[in-house]
């Protein structure tokens, strides 16, 4: 079956501008994860979906990111009014369910955005 | 807070000799997963092997296996018979409840033939 799947796999834009990365989750997998993903860095946590609600947005770094998922599925991470320390690799992950601690986050290729 | 860390920045190991890649943890939680995953140059993460606090056995996945040592709260992970194709980005990963995963900074391996 197909894997996890991110679209554009590079972005680059100019600083002020929006973007919008688009991840497709593995299909019957409820949990979405969204990490980013610094040069020589550990992905760090953004945000995560249950369904279509999110669960937790702890991780989003302002108000500058948003993040929608209304079917359960596809989900798009929204970013207004970029800045230059915003560029790195965008990560897409999902699993069966979030319930506890075993389930497995399978991740997708990444979004490279620069920001200009 | 849940915190991991890997103190080996970058390791050397020769074509089909075994390498320890070193994680040590922290949590205040009595359940949690530990994860291990492969990013290479391409740079998709890849799920290696899976350890829960509670498992009694380490856990092992064909060439990979996880020595946990739940009192001294590590969690590493050794390849045995190195391939060229194992170098890459290691990461290991913590997740507690229904929160997402805390990696550490990662450990970069280099097979050398």
């Known amino acids: 079956g197909a894997g996890v799947s991110q679209t554009p796999s590079n972005k680059v834009t100019e600083k002020g501008k929006y973007v919008e990365l688009r991840c497709d989750p593995i299909?019957?997998?409820?949990?979405l994860y969204w990490y980013r993903q610094s040069l020589g860095q550990g992905p760090e946590f953004l945000i995560y979906?249950?369904?279509?609600?999110?669960?937790?947005d702890s991780g989003l770094p302002n108000d500058r990111f948003f993040a929608v998922r209304p079917e359960g599925s596809v989900s798009t991470l929204k970013i207004q009014r970029t800045e230059r320390g915003d560029s790195a690799v965008y990560l897409c992950?999902?699993?069966?369910?979030?319930?506890?601690?075993?389930?497995?986050?399978?991740f997708g290729p990444g979004t490279r955005l620069t920001v200009l | 807070a849940q915190k991991i860390t890997q103190t080996q920045p970058g390791m050397f190991v020769q074509e089909k000799e075994a390498v320890t890649l070193d994680c040590t943890y922290d949590?205040?939680?009595?359940?949690?997963?530990l994860f291990w995953y492969k990013q290479p140059s391409s740079g998709e993460m890849i799920f290696l092997i899976y350890?829960?606090?509670?498992?009694?056995q380490n856990a092992t996945e064909g060439r990979y296996s996880l020595n946990f040592q739940k009192a001294r709260k590590s969690a590493n992970l050794v390849i045995s018979a190195s391939q060229l194709g194992d170098s890459a980005m290691y990461f290991c990963?913590?997740?507690?409840?229904?929160?997402?995963?805390?990696f550490g900074s990662g450990t970069r391996l280099q097979v050398q033939p």
């Open positions: 949590t205040s939680d009595q359940s949690y997963g």
């Open positions: 299909s019957g997998h409820t949990a």
């Open positions: 979906f249950q369904g279509t609600g999110a669960a937790d």
């Open positions: 350890q829960g606090s509670y498992d009694e």
């Open positions: 992950a999902s699993s069966l369910s979030s319930g506890g601690r075993t389930d497995t986050q399978y």
């Open positions: 990963a913590m997740k507690t409840g229904r929160r997402a995963l805390t």
